[in-house]
C-alpha cells in the first residue's frame, strides 16, 4: 500500500508541474472573460467507466483557485454509465476555464487505469488470484497510476525499488546463485519481503529451498503452473508473469497461482471520455 503521505505529496507535486506546463505565464484565452464573471458546470463521463482520481482533480482547483466549490456525486471506485455527471462546480468562470483540461487529464487518465484494471479483475473474480500491477508506469505518475490500480480492484507490487526484493536473472548471475542472492537479501534487509524470478521448475525448486517467500514464474506454460502449484504446495506464494493479456488472463489464473503480474495494467492505458460544460 502507498503511504498516504506519500501519495500526498507526490499528487501536489504532479499538479503543479502539470499546471506549470499547461498555463505557463497566463492563460490568454481566459482574459476574455470579465475577472467577476461567475459561472456552474459540470463534468460528465461519456462512456462507461470506474472512477478514479477525485483527488487529483481537488488539487487542480485548490491550485488554481481555491475559492472554487466542487460538489462530487462519485466516489473513486464508483462505476459510471454514459452522460453521468460526476461533479458540479461553482466559481469565477476564468479559474473553471483554466483547471479544465488539467483537470480533466488526470481524471480521464486514471480512470482509464481503473477502468481497465476493473475489467482484468471482473475476468478473475471466480478464483482466488490477485492481480499485481508493475513498476512499467509512465515516468512520473507512479504513485498516481498505482493509487488507480487499487481503485479498479487490483493490488500493488512493490511501489519501487526501495520497498521489496524481486531478485531476477542477471542479479542471481551477480550474486552466484539463486540461494545466495536470498541470503544476500536476508542479511541486508531482514523482514523485507524475498521475491525471486524463476524460469524452469528446476530454479523454483533452488528458491522453495532457500525459503523465498515469493517466486515468480517467468513465461511458464500452463502445464508448469500447474505443476509449480503442486511442487510448491504452499510453501511460498507464487506469482505468474510474462506476456499475459486479457484473452491469456483466465486460464493462467485457473492454474492456482496466487498472483499475476502484469504490466498493461499501467503502461497500455487509454483515457476515459470526459467533458465539462458550462451550465
Not at 483527488?55 to 456525486?73: I, K, S, Y
Not at 488507480?148 to 531478485?167: E, K, P, Q, S, Y
Not at 524460469?199 to 523454483?204: C, D, T, Y
Request: net charge negative; with cysteine; proline share 3%.
Amino acid at each position: 500500500m502507498i503511504p498516504a503521505e506519500l501519495l500526498r505529496q507526490s499528487r501536489v507535486e504532479n499538479i503543479a508541474q502539470s499546471l506549470r506546463e499547461d498555463i505557463g505565464d497566463g492563460d490568454i484565452t481566459a482574459q476574455l472573460i470579465p475577472a467577476d464573471k461567475r459561472a456552474t458546470g459540470r463534468v460528465i463521463t461519456r462512456e462507461p467507466a470506474t472512477i478514479a482520481g477525485r483527488e487529483w482533480v481537488n488539487e487542480v482547483f485548490r491550485q488554481v483557485d481555491p475559492a472554487v466549490a466542487l460538489h462530487w456525486q462519485v466516489q473513486d471506485g464508483d462505476q459510471v454509465a454514459p452522460e453521468q455527471v460526476l461533479f458540479r462546480m461553482e466559481g469565477e468562470a476564468r479559474s473553471l476555464l483554466t483547471a479544465e483540461r488539467t483537470a480533466l487529464n488526470w481524471l480521464q487518465t486514471l480512470s482509464g487505469v481503473a477502468t481497465t484494471c476493473s475489467a482484468y479483475a471482473e475476468k478473475v473474480s471466480h478464483t482466488g488470484v490477485r492481480l499485481l500491477d508493475t513498476r512499467k508506469t509512465l515516468p512520473g505518475l507512479r504513485l498516481a497510476l498505482k493509487y488507480a490500480v487499487t481503485c479498479g480492484g487490483c493490488f500493488n507490487h512493490r511501489i519501487g525499488l526501495w520497498d521489496a526484493f524481486l531478485i531476477k536473472e542477471n542479479h542471481i548471475a551477480a550474486c552466484g546463485s539463486i540461494a545466495q542472492a536470498i541470503n544476500e537479501a536476508r542479511r541486508i534487509a531482514p523482514g523485507r519481503p524475498v521475491e525471486v524470478e524463476t524460469e524452469n521448475l528446476e530454479e523454483l525448486d533452488q528458491a522453495l529451498s532457500a525459503a523465498a517467500d515469493i517466486i515468480m514464474l517467468d513465461e511458464f506454460s500452463l502445464g508448469d503452473m500447474r505443476a509449480a502449484v503442486a511442487q510448491t504446495n504452499g510453501k511460498a506464494k507464487l506469482e505468474a508473469s510474462g506476456n499475459i493479456n486479457a484473452d491469456t488472463l483466465v486460464p493462467v489464473a485457473e492454474t492456482g497461482v496466487d498472483f499475476i503480474s502484469i504490466g498493461a495494467l499501467t503502461k497500455d492505458l487509454k483515457a476515459i471520455d470526459l467533458s465539462m460544460r458550462l451550465d
